[in-house]
């Protein structure tokens, strides 16, 4: 019976230990952690099909959660957000949960928590059934899903591709 336990611990172990691999395997982050979800995490068909909507301009204020997921506040929803490749955060080292979210083409966004910059731009919401998940088939290299599963946001997630879309309001 240990032997089983044993087996099945490392089984998690090694699942965790790939989805985290895989997490800056997507997102080109050198350190541990989730890094910056990126538009790229939508590559696969079956994600790529739920953020296949129209491209509407969105208000939002980008927010900080506690548990350091970046989420664009629409109307005071949180959603979680996928960034547009080559965005980069960083969390201050002399403030932690304050947060500058670097867009390729050089425009920066700021949140201290909810109190962050607000912006417009275009994205795309999740229009799919069901809250955004890991796959379980393929839960090891599903990065998309595990980010938003331990974002844990209930609204609809929203990608934002283009970074020439945004503007710091």
């Known amino acids: 019976m240990r032997r089983r336990g044993a087996a099945a611990l490392g089984l998690v172990v090694l699942l965790v230990a790939g989805v985290l691999g895989a997490c800056g395997a997507v ?23 739920r953020f296949a909507g129209e491209p509407v301009e969105v208000s939002a204020r980008l927010g ?26 960083v969390d201050s080292s002399d403030s932690p949960g304050d947060y500058t979210l670097r867009l390729p083409g050089g425009t920066v966004l700021r949140t201290s928590g909810t109190d962050g910059d607000a912006f417009t ?7 799919g059934d069901g809250a955004l998940a890991a796959d379980p088939a393929r839960p090891h290299d599903d990065y998309a899903g595990a980010y938003a599963g331990f974002c844990d946001v209930d609204a609809p997630a929203v990608a934002f591709r283009d970074a020439a879309t945004f503007v710091v309001e």
Request: proline content about 7%.
């Open 121 to 127: 731009a275009v994205g795309v919401f999740d229009d």
């Open 27 to 49: 997102t080109g982050e050198a350190e541990g952690g989730f890094g910056t979800p990126q538009v790229r995490a939508l590559e696969p068909r079956a994600l790529a099909a």
């Open 64 to 89: 900080a959660l506690p548990n350091g997921c970046l989420v664009a506040v629409v109307d005071g929803v949180e959603h979680l957000a996928f960034w547009p490749d080559g965005t980069e955060a």
